[in-house]
């Protein structure tokens, strides 16, 4: 048997930790250089070596160990070297400075304590960042290998957080506690960062480059090492405090201008304030803070005491309108476009604002004498010569209405120039503003009952006076501000029966030109639609087609090869009944007197007038013409003898004139060939022979025998009213400085209407308004075939809103009487209508 040969076995060597051993000399090693580099020492250092032994570490499995030994170290490092230095700069009078209000120490004592400290806490935060940025690259492979599988902060965002956790969150042991409230280094900065903010706000100078690190310091610090973006310090802690101080700062600072200061100054201050806050943020604290601090200005300077300084007597919005404050305007439309949408602050003072002086215009037209017409402007009435345009004449009745009428629409326009330059150069032609503006003014002017016939007036005025001399481009003005003033009026349709009346007058005495006048009624058409300038361009193809006509007729006249030295020469205008005003056509007077009264011409005149009948039915058979006395007018060559007894002066001889008169002028002027000297005519023998109109005739003879320029008829008694009692003879003593002399035309002048006239021109519109709200009522019946009586209502409404608006009431009214004509029929059980074909 064998036995195997005996081994002998090494004695076993005890257990040694190798990592542990090892880690201690690598810690030494970084701990040295950490020194250094606190110390600024950093240039004799070894990258490589120091990264190789954190390397190291990392393989022995340390680096837990090495995580919380540099965090250990940096705590050490600021409770030894950093703390000592930063509470020698907090000293009772800087804690006072922070916690006393308000401070007793001078703005200069608070200013250099405060940047002292400010500059201490700087420094050591730069210190440490760049320390902290140095130790990172040495300690590269920890954060790649320990802390990214750990999830723990980085080496660099955890030492970052120790500033915030043992600087700044530092409470100073005794120096704080000793205090009846006791603070933090943090709440020191804060405090010392807004009292140098006040000091700049209050002006005086401050480093502002220092603010601006100690913010930065403050956007690169966060709440907890997860670094949470919203979780900045900057924006949980000073933030907050700063807007709260700001708001407080603001409010007060409101105060002060409301008891000291105007509302000029306020909105100057204001935008002042906004653009130093703006800057601070872009250059002294944070631009994450300018859209709150914008909000604080705003809120705690501007609106909370608006109201009361937009209505400061002298100085507030009223006043900025009323003196064309514009730069002061801007900045309010500028501030309030900033904090509110719609506008609604400035919109509804400045609503208001509008119907006051529309209304302040009304009152002072009913203040205002117009029995002298104010200098350079001339009196609606008689056109006048050369040698009395320089007396200053009272006005008539008529004529002071007239010249109210025009003054009201130019006072409605020059207020509307004036909102117009405000839009434009204060309110940035904002669309909200000048829809404002616009109801504003359409309700005013509709406010007032006589607006449609005072713009009309306004129209006829420019048209007949202003035009003649003017440029192109200040006709289109004139042009324009008509048109103004059209988009306005609600009743339209009155305008319309207006402006009918008084283009017609214009167009037939010739007081205006043609191309103008079309020019005007197709800015209309284009504005209002072809239905309403429709009446207008018809009176302007008749005028067409009656100087056509009248040329014709000449032609036609000569032909015939009569040579009649004193032949009447014939200017016919031959005007479409539908198309003309029944004012002018004479109709309302017939209507009035409930015959149709014939006015009975001179023997030559008639033959005239049956010359032209047999020319004109000659190829128009059908046709029917009558003769309107009351809208025509003659030229008459008048010769005033020598005056017996009389050696010297005008009346020594013969006097030749040509006189302008109405036709029904010109037949009573006829009747006194055939009279003697001294004889007379008395007021029944003058009707009873030509059978002119009462009215008409009282009208014609007040233009030949008390207008002082025409005054070719003695009346007796010498009144300045015509009375059924009254007689007249021939002025054998007339005498004029010129040869042509105008007898005022009743029927060519445009004046205001008298109450009687207005309420018979309204009664003939609502005559008018029903059978157009009877043609809409059918017309939409027709195509919808059956309807609520609220949607028919409000489908008529909006239909006819171009023209006017229909009372509720007018529009019941109409359904009733197509009820009962059968162009409708009730639906059963419902409120609502069905068409009946």
């Known amino acids: 048997m064998s036995s195997r040969p005996s081994r ?43 990264y190789r032994t954190s390397y190291k570490i990392v393989l022995l499995r340390k680096g837990d160990l090495l995580y919380e030994r540099v965090k250990e170290f940096e705590e050490e490092w600021f409770r030894d070297h950093i703390m000592p230095r930063i509470a020698d700069l907090i000293s009772p009078n800087l804690v006072n ?23 201490g806490i700087r420094d050591a935060w730069q210190d440490h960042n760049t320390s902290m940025n140095m130790v990172a690259d040495i300690l590269m492979y920890l954060d790649r290998a320990y802390t990214s599988s750990t999830k723990n902060a980085s080496i660099y965002t955890a030492t970052l957080g120790l500033f915030r956790d043992h600087i700044l969150k530092n409470s100073l042991g005794t120096a704080s506690t000793d205090r009846e409230h006791p603070f933090l280094v943090f709440d020191i900065l804060n405090a010392v960062m807004l009292d140098l903010i006040n ?21 690169d610090l966060y709440e907890t090492d997860e670094e949470i973006e919203h979780q900045k310090l900057y924006l949980t802690v000073f933030e907050p405090r700063y807007i709260e101080n700001s708001s407080v700062f603001y409010r007060n600072e409101c105060e002060k201008f409301l008891r000291d200061s105007d509302a000029s100054s306020w909105l100057r201050h204001t935008r002042r304030r906004l653009m130093e806050e703006q800057d601070r943020c872009e250059t002294t604290i944070s631009i994450l803070t300018s859209d709150k601090i914008a909000r604080v200005v705003q809120t705690d300077l501007f609106l909370s005491r608006m109201d009361e300084f937009l209505a400061m007597e002298g100085s507030g919005l009223r006043s900025m309108i009323d003196n064309d404050r514009l730069e002061d305007l801007t900045i309010l439309y500028q501030l309030i476009s900033q904090v509110d949408r719609t506008k609604t602050p400035l919109m509804v003072p400045l609503q208001s604002r509008v119907m006051e002086l529309g209304l302040e215009i009304e009152q002072t037209l009913k203040n205002t ?24 004449q009272t006005l008539t009745a008529a004529a002071q209405q007239t010249a109210a009428a025009i003054k009201w629409v130019d006072d409605v326009l020059q207020l509307k120039d004036k909102f117009d330059n405000f839009w ?124 056509d006509l009248t ?14 030295t004193k032949k009447i020469d014939l200017n016919i205008s031959l005007l479409t009944t539908n198309n003309w005003p029944p004012e002018v056509m004479g109709r309302n007077v017939n209507q009035e007197e409930g015959t149709k009264l014939e006015c009975t011409y001179p023997s030559g005149i008639k033959r005239l007038q049956e010359s032209f009948f047999k020319y004109y039915l000659k190829d128009r058979s059908g046709r029917v013409i009558t003769w309107v006395g009351s809208a025509g007018s003659a030229d008459i060559k008048c010769v005033f003898p020598k005056v017996p007894g009389k050696e010297s002066g005008p009346l020594s001889k013969e006097r030749r004139y040509e006189l302008h008169v109405s036709t029904y002028g010109m037949i009573v002027l006829l009747l006194f060939n055939d009279l003697g000297d001294g004889e007379t005519l008395s007021f029944e023998e003058i009707q009873a022979q030509t059978n002119i109109p009462h009215v008409d005739l009282t009208r014609t003879l007040a233009s030949l025998s008390i207008a002082p320029k025409a005054r070719v008829l003695l009346k007796n008694p010498t009144t300045k009213n015509i009375k059924p009692t009254d007689t007249f003879s021939f002025n054998s003593q007339f005498v004029s400085r010129t040869i042509k002399i105008k007898a005022p035309i009743i029927s060519s002048l445009s004046k205001v209407e008298g109450d009687d006239e207005r309420k018979e021109t309204e009664k003939k519109n609502d005559q008018t308004r029903a ?58 059980g419902e409120s609502a209508y069905k068409y009946l074909a």
């Open 97 to 119: 400075v922070a916690f006393v209000q308000p401070p007793t120490a001078s703005a200069h004592e608070r200013r250099h304590m405060g940047e002292s400290f400010l500059r």
């Open 8 to 50: 002998i076995r090494p004695v076993r060597r005890p257990i040694i930790n190798k990592e542990t051993s090892e880690f201690e000399p690598c810690w030494q090693t970084i701990r040295d250089a950490l020194v250094d580099i606190h110390k600024q020492n950093a240039g004799r250092l070894s990258f490589e070596h120091l």
């Open 369 to 392: 004498d117009f029995s002298v017409p104010a200098t350079g402007a001339g009196a609606e009435g008689e056109d006048g010569d050369a040698a009395e345009k320089g007396k200053s």
């Open 551 to 564: 040329d014709k007729y000449r032609d036609h006249i000569s032909s015939l090869g009569d040579v009649d």
């Open 424 to 547: 434009a150069n204060c309110f940035d032609k904002d669309i909200m503003i000048q829809s404002a503006i616009t109801k504003s003014f359409s309700d005013f002017i509709n406010m007032f009952p006589r607006s449609s016939e005072f713009v009309s007036l306004f129209i006829d005025d420019n048209l007949k006076r202003g035009i003649r001399g003017k440029t192109e481009a200040e006709v289109d003005v004139v042009l324009d501000k008509a048109i103004v003033l059209l988009r306005y009026l609600t009743d339209r349709d009155l305008f319309e029966r207006y402006y009918q009346k008084h283009l017609a007058r214009r167009l037939l005495h010739g007081k205006s030109e043609i191309h103008t006048e079309k020019e005007m009624v197709l800015r209309m058409k284009s504005e209002m639609g072809k239905i309403f300038t429709s009446k207008f361009e018809g009176m302007f193809k008749d005028m067409e087609l009656s100087k």
């Open 771 to 828: 059978h157009v709200v009877d043609a809409a009522i059918v017309r939409i019946m027709k195509q919808r075939k059956q309807l609520s009586h609220t949607q028919l209502t409000t489908e008529v409404i909006t239909q006819l809103a171009g023209r006017f608006k229909p009372d509720v009431s007018l529009i019941k009214k109409r359904i009733e009487d197509l009820l009962v004509r059968e162009y409708l029929e009730r639906v059963e």
């Open 199 to 219: 000091l700049e706000r209050d002006g005086h100078v401050i480093d502002r480059n220092l603010l601006r690190t100690i913010s930065s310091m403050l956007e």
